[in-house]
């Protein structure tokens, strides 16, 4: 059974930072295109990160380019995103995902929810 559960959201202040985690199961996470997407109140799905399977390509949305880092543990079957200088529009409930293309991981499609290739998403809220 595949699965992708994320962790590490919570309520931090602007400027502050947080790391969310995905752990998968079901899959061969070591050969899969990994890729974070988020989706804040009232607004539609954006694609935040993108990275390969080996973990040395990575791609990034303007919106977060200089301080979100992705990256990926083959051995742990995690992926994970490092969000640093936090402003209130990244609140959002994020999602982890998976695909075999290179361009869905890379942001270079619309991101569209999948059922057991998305997980259920953890909620970053920015507020002071």
């Not at 977060?64 to 529009?89: C, H, W």
Request: net charge positive.
């Amino acid at each position: 059974q595949v699965q992708l559960v994320e962790s590490g959201g919570g309520l931090v202040q602007p400027g502050g930072s947080l790391r969310l985690s995905c752990v998968v199961s079901g899959f061969t996470f070591s050969i899969t295109w990994m890729y974070w997407v988020r989706q804040a109140p009232g607004k539609g799905l954006e694609w935040v990160s993108g990275i390969n399977t080996g973990g040395d390509g990575t791609r990034y949305a303007d919106s977060v380019k200089g301080r979100f880092t992705i990256s990926r543990d083959n051995a742990k079957n995690t992926l994970y995103l490092q969000m640093n200088s936090l402003k209130p529009e990244d609140t959002a409930l994020y999602y982890c995902a998976r695909t075999w293309t290179m361009t869905q991981a890379m942001g270079f499609t619309t991101p569209r929810y999948e059922h057991g290739y998305w997980g259920q998403g953890t909620q970053v809220t920015v507020s002071s």
